[in-house]
């Protein structure tokens, strides 16, 4: 989600970045890898883009808010 939006956001079509994208998630080994390699992602993103978009804080940053919540509604 992160890397599509990252793509979209410096100017791509997000069905043509859709595309970029799905194409690495489907090729054979690793998917960052694959992102990396990517020429069409990597003409577009920098090292510190695909970094930002990979960093699983990002996810995990409720994490502590859902569970304090789901803890508050237990009967």
């Known amino acids: 989600e992160r890397l599509l939006l990252k793509l979209v ?24 890898g694959m992102v990396a ?3 069409d992602i990597s003409r577009n993103l920098s090292k510190a883009d695909l970094d930002d978009a990979f960093d699983v ?11 304090n919540r789901a803890l508050e509604e237990q009967p």
Do not use: S
Request: hydrophobic fraction near 45%; aromatic fraction near 8%; include cysteine.
């Open 9 to 32: 956001d410096k100017g791509n079509a997000r069905e043509v970045a859709y595309g970029w994208v799905q194409r690495c998630a489907l090729a054979e080994g690793e998917f960052r």
């Open 57 to 67: 804080r990002h996810a995990l940053v409720h994490v502590a808010t859902v569970i």
């Open 37 to 39: 390699a990517d020429p």
